[in-house]
């Protein structure tokens, strides 16, 4: 009941508001929460206020027009993250960023550090999880099903069906298969018809 009551009161202001916002119905994040700690922060007090989904008030998400995004995937909504993506970041759907997590596109030009090198866009694929503190540097690519451990350094490609840690960070070991049917989760919205491919719906 409390779920339903959440939703009637807050869902809605959270759905007109964070339009790329796509997650489960319920069970998910109490939109009262979401309400209060991200939307609040986000357009009254202008803390990325131009992110079309929920970024907590700790973390930042710069050039935001440069991002692309699936489902179930909301970059910057955990705490202490940094999201840079002055040359492009492409996520894919299902991907959870722990805390203290940075993806940085670019980096200073050695000679001039108001300048940034250009270079080809970090692309993240589905169902990958980073854990905490990790950094994602400029260029990489991330496969489907891919795990990074806690604390590494991502300054190469990582392979789809990969588990992978270190500084710098390295695959350990084949990932197993993702199992989640995520066709039958209840959405807070009806989801595009272009998700539906990458995540087998």
Known sequence: MFKKLDFFFFGWII???YPKYYR?????QRYYILFFHYLIPQKLFR???K???PVHFTSKVLAVENITKGVLCDPGDNINNYIQANNGIIFGSNIELGPGVSIISSNHKSDNLREHIKSKPIKIGNHVWIGANSTVLPEVTIGNNVIIGAN???NKDI???SIAVGNPCKVIKQKEDY??????IIFNKKVPKKYFNSLNF
């Open 51 to 53: 992110v079309k989904w």
């Open 152 to 154: 590494s350094l991502v």
């Open 179 to 184: 199992l989640e049917d995520v066709s039958k």
């Open 159 to 161: 392979p789809d069906n």
């Open 15 to 17: 759905n007109l508001f």
């Open 47 to 49: 803390l990325n206020p």
């Open 24 to 28: 489960p119905k319920y069970g998910y």
